[in-house]
């Protein structure tokens, strides 16, 4: 709880600086387009320009969370056709409870973590941060294809939308600009270091801000039993599925905490505004991402206490 309780306070103290009127209803809106657009850039950019030099090492972290994704988002298929779900539903059920939130909820409880060594010589910290980058590209990808799955057939007329949808992600361009600069051979100079260091500083705090605001959004009256199965499908079976992978890869304990906290982390905040942008069910997007706060929350403390 020491390490999960700061994350959900910041979350709980963003929902009562909007709820009680403290900030302006348009506030954390222009935060969060701050910290999508600056603040995790440089995050992700600063971390990935230092880390990936030595980033050899995370293969089978990697292979672990891409196989767990995958794993959970055809076990979220499964749920959806018992629950017999209406088409554009099932895309916006499935992204609900593979996508978690790993940036805003994962990296600052990973970072409040010791920083061991894991497998490959890679610290805890640096490891997550290299890890998130690919994965956070799968997201989005997995995210667009389902989303268009439950509307339409698969074909290469998904392809321009996806395209378009990586193209003006600013992380994902921060991702690919990290791993290019760090492959190059380049170094930071002292005054860009600390600058990046300084604005990616801002991104999980006012992340996590951005969380809590966005919780009064949702229309949990209408879309509690929906939104509890996925919450508790992303809280329980992805990280059930993460520990079953990790342990047929033979992770060693440090890596396998880390993915299977990744794995437990909330739905992510974007899976509401791809939701919205391509026609899923948003109401049940918003229902979800509130509820997953609350069960992400006991299943982070059982993880980080109990392996």
Not at 4 to 15: H, R
Not at 90 to 109: D, H, M
Not at 160 to 172: D, F, G, H, S, Y
Request: charge should be positive; proline fraction near 6%.
């Amino acid at each position: 709880m020491d390490t999960v309780a700061p994350v959900f306070l910041i979350v709980a103290l963003g929902t009562w600086l909007q709820g009680s009127g403290f900030v302006s209803p348009g506030f954390f809106k222009e935060a969060n387009k701050l910290t999508y657009w600056v603040g995790l850039p440089a995050l992700l950019f600063h971390q990935l320009a230092l880390a990936l030099p030595s980033a050899s090492g995370v293969g089978p972290l990697l292979s672990v969370m891409v196989v767990g994704t995958f794993a959970t988002a055809a076990a979220a298929y499964v749920l959806a056709w018992g629950l017999r779900l209406p088409g554009p539903v099932v895309g916006t059920f499935v992204q609900g409870v593979f996508r978690g939130n790993l940036v805003f909820v994962g990296l600052p409880i990973i970072f409040a973590l010791p920083n061991e060594p894991v497998a490959g010589g890679l610290t805890l910290h640096q490891a997550a941060v290299v890890v998130v980058a690919p994965v956070m590209v799968l997201y989005n990808l997995l995210g667009i294809v389902v989303l268009l799955l439950s509307q339409h057939r698969l074909s290469w007329a998904m392809l321009k939308p996806m395209l378009r949808q990586i193209a003006v992600t600013p992380p994902l361009l921060a991702i690919v600009g990290g791993m290019s600069f760090a492959a190059s051979g380049w170094q930071l100079s002292p005054a860009v270091n600390l600058t990046l260091g300084a604005l990616g500083e801002m991104a999980l705090p006012l992340g996590l801000l951005g969380v809590g605001g966005s919780l009064l959004t949702s229309n949990l009256a209408k879309e509690w039993k929906l939104s509890a199965g996925a919450a508790w499908g992303k809280a329980a079976l992805s990280p059930l599925i993460g520990w079953l992978v990790g342990r047929w890869w033979c992770l060693d304990p440090v890596g396998l905490k880390m993915v299977m906290i990744f794995m437990a982390t909330p739905t992510a905040i974007i899976s509401y505004t791809m939701a919205l942008a391509l026609k899923g069910d948003d109401r049940l997007a918003s229902a979800t991402i509130a509820l997953s706060v609350i069960a992400s929350l006991l299943a982070l403390s059982v993880i980080i206490g109990g392996f």
